[in-house]
T-cell receptor, first 115, second 112 residues
Framework: NAGVMQNPRHLVRRRGQEARLRCSPMKGHSHVYWYRQLPEEGLKFMVYLQKENIIDESGMPKERFSAEFPKEGPSILRIQQVVRGDSAAYFC?????????????FGPGTRLLVL | GNSVTQMEGPVTLSEEAFLTINCTYTATGYPSLFWYVQYPGEGLQLLLKATKADDKGSNKGFEATYRKETTSFHLEKGSVQVSDSAVYFCALIMNRDDKIIFGKGTRLHILP
């Protein structure tokens, strides 16, 4: 299966802990996007990355959140010192991107619960 | 700014009923339009898309037509099944942009 892979699928953290979410894009895709879905809401864009570069992080909270997409390995969304309001589903998407506006293909998501 | 508005749910229908989920958009240019579907506990799957005015996207019996004059992209299906129960998201992306803008989603329940 060459789809977008995310792990873990479910993650439970206590307030103040760190959460690390991983995303492997579809084969042949070099562009990764992270979105957050709050309960009963649509998805909101967080960040767009290419290998070793953050292209657009306009949707990222200013503190505690960071993302990377290293040359080797998956993209990582990192949330430090989690709070209850971080509880949400985090989805990763990927695209081949040649000029922008392409279809993005989504992974199954990581559902984060902060106790 | 650019935005998507879709009808609020939940929508409850009987099996074999006709389905319409309304979606309208606001955009400063000419976006591509999408419908994504999210089954319980799963991620989003692309259902269909249209990239320019008057295009019709279709898949699995669902259809939506890109209407520039009414800035709409309503989702329709002639005869729904229980397995269509899910949350449906209308979305847009602007050309040369990198972020998809989603509506809030419409939850659909199909009763046997």
């Amino acid at each position: 299966n060459a789809g977008v892979m995310q792990n873990p699928r479910h993650l439970v953290r206590r307030r103040g802990q760190e959460a690390r979410l991983r995303c492997s894009p579809m084969k042949g895709h070099s562009h990764v996007y992270w979105y957050r879905q709050l309960p009963e809401e649509g998805l909101k864009f967080m960040v767009y990355l290419q290998k070793e570069n953050i292209i657009d992080e306009s949707g990222m909270p200013k503190e505690r959140f960071s993302a990377e997409f290293p040359k080797e390995g998956p993209s990582i969304l990192r949330i430090q010192q989690v709070v209850r309001g971080d509880s949400a589903a985090y989805f990763c998407a990927s695209s081949p991107r040649t000029r922008g506006g392409e279809t993005q293909y989504f992974g199954p998501g990581t559902r984060l619960l902060v106790l | 700014g650019n935005s998507v508005t879709q009808m609020e749910g939940p929508v409850t229908l009987s099996e074999e009923a006709f389905l319409t989920i309304n979606c309208t958009y606001t955009a400063t240019g000419y976006p591509s339009l999408f419908w994504y579907v999210q089954y319980p506990g799963e991620g989003l799957q692309l259902l269909l898309k249209a990239t320019k005015a008057d295009d019709k996207g279709s898949n699995k019996g669902f259809e939506a037509t890109y209407r520039k004059e009414t800035t709409s992209f309503h989702l329709e299906k002639g005869s729904v099944q229980v397995s269509d129960s899910a949350v449906y998201f209308c979305a847009l992306i602007m050309n040369r942009d990198d972020k998809i803008i989603f509506g809030k989603g419409t939850r659909l329940h199909i009763l046997p």
